[in-house]
């Protein structure tokens, strides 16, 4: 199960977690990684932990001022980035266009999206893999495994459906292993998390519980 | 007369702009910035030119995806940042809640506008300066200075009039020395360029003809 | 006094709210008028009553699906039109083009904003009148006049240190004649209200109650 | 076929476009609708032709100013809408919420995209119909059946494999019955144009020509 934190704009030291999100991944042998704000993608990437972007514009090279250019995060060292978070919702034109800049620069991509029809719709774009995030729940601690399980399943098989090649990861709530436990039950390959790493008191000990369920 | 160099999302190096940046400014005792990519930032800081956000979000720490906290940008080496540049036009209230964040996370700020209505509306605001830029002018190397001298005289009458501590920079089309002396002709206290150095061969020189007007 | 009674997306029969505000218009000959949804513009023109449009876009004749543009809302009856609503809020640029296009069309404007600093800036742009709405106060019946005096009274003072042609009205949270009252004791020129009429069991009796302050 | 003649924003009479469309859909037995500004919906229902929106906002009945509620355009008169047009592209999620809308008050629906992936991805939402429209094309005169037949026959085959009760409508460059014939022929059901109509000198004669293929 791949693991990836999210630290939005969260108040937290982005390279502490980054520190010990690498600690627990290299100790456990997961497969962690931390997506921190643009600015700080570099410094995150110097701890060596798999760092993400949050978002990539679609853009190309050239007059594009505010934008944030797939390659100009590639450069400072991210491997993936996130599309379309329910955070920062994206025109589906402008999805396409993202895929194609990340792809370009050799970005790995997870598109959210809130049910399995946009799952399915975001996957016919031909991401690496795809989140199923119900907005309602996101940042509540209520897992979607538990509050809805049926959403993820379904997502996973519209995901299916539209391209078996695409992997499913399962965000909203997650706090603990055993909602890892139960994304993976429920088809997930992966989670999306926040708040439950990044606002911890103890970010190392919420990753262990994460990876060792 | 300060001047302010946007990277925006050209395919230069940004680190040996800054250099020849850096390099400027301390032999000919200038005020030379240079407004990278977010994920440059801490790159570009590093070779010790001033450097600034090319937009921060109307956003404080929290659950914001894919945002530009003004707060991440200033811990990595930002100093102060553009806003609404006519390749990322805002809306008011929130050109109004990023010059906050921005004043909160310690940067000064330039507010786009590319007329002298607009400039009025952005001094109202209480940026610490304005830049005048009229969108066709913008790339053409074609100055503003030259083309449509008024747009400047008029910007810098409506800036005055509003709140006299606002400074006026001008942007679009500058590329000479004498544009810079134009400029300041016309009452500007800057100037905003960007493909003149950017994408010049020699950016150190480029700078240089700038300086020395 | 201009009283100005946003429909917004109310499940209100606009023509029955229509006739009640010319009712009471001519009865007490006073300045009310009607914002409904542009697709019910035609249908409450034709009850007589003043009808504005709640939003116009910065486009001119052309190629531009899905826009409101200007031209179409005067065609079908409207006199006027909002701008930069807190549910529909603008770039700065596109208020100023949405204003030469309500121009263009001889449409009256109104735009909104909701602090004085944002009251500058939008009168800067020559629109025919400015209102003030704390976004915090909308919807809420507690009237701007009441909960916070001082932002109408800054309103009033900074749209008139910019441009003394300009109207101020007041919005947010009005609900009865002395509401109306408060905000021309205040300096207002007129009030924008939505859910105190359009929400009411008695329309006209709401409306009644706001025009005999 | 189905011919959608969307008016945009050209400065043409919608009434006297929707008497001609009206005229020939009644003479030669055809499917012909037309898509006006909101505030016209109801002047062109009342030409008897079949008015659709061109555009509905992803909202409910509730506060939301200056949004194109589908209720209201439904109320107007209209039977359907366009949405995502490639001059009015809207996030994924509120294509989604759109349609939702769209059905809540019975009007049918026309998903645009510009490639056949974009156009598996909105078949996925549940449209009653997608439409390839390569925005390249959009205007030219050039029918993307000739300039490029094969997006046509993908978008085709992308749609039936997703979901094969999802029709498919060709836009872009259609003005003569050739044109109509060809996307036929690539098995379209139906087509969306604007300038060859609504800028014809004729457009009794435009659209006879082009539902006589």
């Known amino acids: 199960m791949f693991v990836l934190v999210n630290l939005k704009a969260y108040p937290c030291d982005p390279v502490a ?77 402008d999805i396409d266009a993202s895929l194609d800049a990340a792809e370009r620069a050799g970005l790995s991509t997870v598109v959210c999206a809130n049910n399995p029809d946009q799952i399915a719709a975001v996957a016919a774009l031909g991401p690496d893999a795809v989140a199923v995030e119900p907005p309602e729940l996101i940042g509540t601690g209520t897992p979607v495994s538990q509050a809805d399980p049926d959403i993820v399943r379904d997502a996973v098989a519209a995901a299916e459906r539209v391209d078996p090649a695409v992997d499913v990861y399962c965000g909203a709530g997650i706090s603990t292993g055993d909602d890892v436990a139960a994304a993976e039950e429920l088809g997930a390959d992966g989670v999306l998390l926040a708040s439950g790493v990044a606002k911890a008191d103890d970010p190392r000990a919420a990753l262990e519980s994460l990876v060792e369920y």
């Open 17 to 93: 977690v980054a520190n010990a999100a690498e600690a627990v991944a290299t100790e456990h042998d997961s497969d962690v990684a931390v997506a921190p704000q643009a600015a700080q993608i570099q410094s995150v990437t110097e701890t060596g932990v798999e760092t993400w972007a949050q978002h990539v514009s679609p853009v190309e090279h050239g007059s594009h001022t505010g934008s944030t250019l797939a390659e100009s995060t590639a450069d400072a060292g991210a491997v993936g980035t996130l599309l379309n978070h329910s955070e920062h919702r994206l025109k589906l034109a």
